[in-house]
């Protein structure tokens, strides 16, 4: 929590005016408030003020930390992503390469189902362990906040001790995490039928969810051959009557409704999107939802990408995301997914780094205090071996940051 001036910034990302505007739409070069030969103060774990040229009196004194001309920009913020599994699926991506599918690999007892039995085999350590060692990549890339899912449990008790793993990683971890139970992920196997484990899901898994105050949201997998929003409604309103926020995977392979029952159920974001038809999109954007588009899965699976000009018409605010999991996107360095976004889903670099900072902080609730280097915001901040951020969209994350600060400590 100490005191800090960073100075010799040669380009400094504060994205200044979108946090003063709280806008989240129509995203130009000028909105991010990039600020030439600039410095930072931090303080007691805040942003305190930034600037150009002569540094005033009172952070002058502040210890200096010279950034060599680097550039500097807010924390990144992923999303979505899927750390808490057992096993190892990357046979299945030599099976897509030999020309199976996504939903190929599901019906023969791949995919998500293939997770869930490796994961009630491995240990809480082991679990534990891997997320751990998971979190620290996305860290390495500057990642300084992260949404983190469970989906791998498929009964309650597996998926609150898959709960209980994230809420360990929280206290070891300088990231801030944000952790969704994914209570709905795949059919069951454990039940005689999909009504009887949603019932089970239901009633049994969201009231511990809530009294432990193990999640700060809850998803479900709204997709053809998976769940409907019909399947979803009565598990969706028993966590807005505990309070509990929603957020869910939407339309990724058909436009199932999901996006428009977002807007309805008022959820945070929507992700995936592919398919949501403009209806959805219309109404997501007007609820105060965040599409939260995924191309690293597209890349991985060769899967449609979203088309981010869709979203923009409709002024519906884009976050980007890693998806990282296990079997559909085991890619991890989101500054790359960022990229992907820009050169494939047709986003701007301008709106592609704000799909991973200032959007993504929106699509986690989190605006008021991440995603941008404003005055009174977490000084989670990088500093890159790059020195503007046309080279970090170029870089594909090839180039990792030489520090990565949480709460204004090096991390």
């Known amino acids: 929590m100490a005191k800090i001036l960073v100075f010799n910034i040669g380009s ?3 994205l200044e005016t979108l946090a003063k505007e709280k806008r989240h739409v129509a995203i130009s070069a000028e909105d ?12 007691q774990g805040k942003i305190l003020a930034s ?4 540094v005033p009196p009172i952070y002058a004194q502040f ?9 500097v920009t807010p924390g990144l913020v992923d999303a979505h992503t899927h750390p808490v599994f057992g096993g190892d699926r990357t046979h299945e991506f030599a099976a897509r390469l030999d020309g199976k599918t996504y939903q190929d690999i599901a019906k023969a007892g791949g995919g998500i189902k293939y997770s869930i039995r490796t994961t009630r085999e491995a240990s809480s350590g082991d679990l534990l362990d891997r997320c751990l060692g998971l979190l620290k990549t996305f860290l390495r890339h500057g990642v300084t906040t992260v949404e983190t899912k469970t989906g791998y449990g498929q009964n309650a008790k597996e998926e609150i001790r898959c709960l209980e793993v994230l809420a360990e990683a929280k206290k070891r971890v300088p990231q801030t995490l944000s952790v969704t139970c994914l209570g709905l992920h795949d059919q069951p196997k454990d039940f005689a039928d999909k009504s009887e484990y949603i019932k089970h899901m239901t009633e049994e898994l969201l009231p511990e969810v809530k009294r432990r105050g193990l999640a700060d949201w809850v998803d479900a997998f709204v997709e053809n051959g998976y769940f409907s929003v019909e399947d979803v409604t009565p598990y969706f309103a028993k966590a807005q009557s505990l309070g509990l926020a929603i957020r869910l995977h939407a339309d990724e392979f058909a436009p199932s409704g999901a996006a428009e029952a977002a807007a309805h159920w008022g959820a945070a974001s929507a992700d995936h999107m592919q398919k949501a038809s403009d209806a959805g999109i219309k109404a997501l954007a007007e609820s105060g939802g965040v599409a939260v588009m995924l191309p690293a899965t597209s890349f991985y699976t060769k899967i449609p990408y979203a088309d981010a000009a869709r979203f923009r018409e409709r002024g519906c605010p884009i976050a980007v995301a890693s998806d990282f999991n296990p079997g559909s996107c085991y890619l991890s360095n989101l500054p790359f997914v960022a990229s992907l976004s820009a050169l494939y889903c047709g986003l701007s670099p301008y709106e592609a780094f704000v799909g991973v900072t200032w959007n993504a902080a929106k699509a986690l609730r989190l605006e008021a ?3 941008a280097l404003a005055v009174g915001y977490d000084a989670d901040f990088v500093i890159h071996e790059l020195n503007t951020l046309e080279q970090w969209i170029a870089d594909f994350g090839q180039t990792d940051p030489s520090a990565v600060y949480c709460a204004g400590v090096k991390v």
Request: charged share 20%; hydrophobic share 40%; glycine share 16%.
């Open 12 to 14: 400094l990302v504060t």
């Open 32 to 43: 991010l408030s990039i600020k030439s030969n600039a410095w930072l103060a931090v303080g």
């Open 51 to 54: 600037g150009t040229g002569v």
């Open 63 to 71: 210890p200096q930390l010279d950034a060599k001309g680097r550039l």
């Open 369 to 371: 205090r991440k995603g």
